[in-house]
């Protein structure tokens, strides 16, 4: 069964620190792979995709990913963190054949001081 | 485009007593996903639609938990009889279900249902 772990549970950088929040995911396929962030109290905005091609993906505010069959690894990274990144982060699976459920990963705390 | 909407944000109800949560998903999308968040569990997936029929319920619990999507521009997720560890908030998402991008889900704020 597909499965995703961070295992980080809580990363602190100060602001203007680069950042990778860690994934390994465990999945028997060609997988699709999604960051989500979660701000409190709010719901999950997708920060970016992967979908099989160039194994580095952009997404929006400065994120980027790295995709490696290898590792079965997807971490994400940010050249320059800001304070405004302080969230909960998620890293998710997708089976291949239809856009079915997501499976989640424990999520990783970003604390960003100033 | 309001994304995917979801009412209501809150909702207290005693033990015992049935809650409906309700979820719009963005006009166009063909697949609607609810999921469940705890601090202990994370993010569980529980049901989903596609073109308002029923593909995947596997993660929703066998008793008092149904799901419904009676046309095109809602879902329900009803739960009777709560319990207490029914507490969590519960997330709609929807995604285009076809074409580029078809996997990417959108998510609605969620309902935190709280059980007393």
């Known amino acids: 069964a597909q499965s995703v772990t961070q295992p980080d549970a809580r990363v602190t950088v100060s602001e203007g620190a680069s950042l990778q929040l860690r994934c390994k995911y465990s999945?028997?396929?060609?997988?699709?792979l999604f960051w989500y962030v979660q701000y409190p109290r709010q719901g999950l905005q997708l920060l970016l995709k992967?979908?099989?091609?160039?194994?580095v993906v952009q997404g929006v505010n400065g994120f980027e990913a790295e995709f490696s069959k290898s590792n079965s690894s997807f971490h994400l990274r940010k050249a320059s963190v800001h304070w405004s990144d302080w969230a909960v982060y998620f890293c998710?699976?997708?089976?291949?054949?239809?856009?079915?459920?997501?499976?989640f990963g424990q999520g990783t705390i970003l604390k960003v001081y100033l | 485009n309001a994304g995917v909407i979801q009412t209501p944000r809150h909702k207290v109800t005693g033990k015992g007593q049935e809650a409906t949560l309700w979820c719009e998903p963005i006009?166009?999308?063909?697949?609607v996903f609810w999921y469940r968040q705890t601090i202990v569990q994370g993010l569980e997936f529980l049901t989903y639609?596609?073109?308002?029929?029923?593909?995947?319920d596997s993660g929703m619990p066998k008793e008092r938990f149904s799901a419904q999507m009676p046309n095109q521009s809602h879902s329900t997720l009803k739960i009777q009889s709560t319990q207490p560890q029914d507490s969590a908030v519960y997330l709609c998402?929807?995604?285009?279900?076809?074409?580029?991008?078809?996997?990417?889900?959108?998510f609605g704020p969620g309902t935190r249902l709280t059980v007393l």
């Open positions: 998402a929807s995604s285009l279900g076809r074409g580029p991008g078809y996997a990417e889900q959108f």
């Open positions: 999945y028997f396929g060609t997988p699709y």
């Open positions: 992967y979908y099989p091609g160039d194994p």
């Open positions: 998710a699976v997708s089976m291949t054949s239809s856009g079915q459920k997501l499976v």
């Open positions: 006009s166009g999308h063909s697949a």
């Open positions: 639609f596609r073109n308002q029929a029923p593909i995947d």
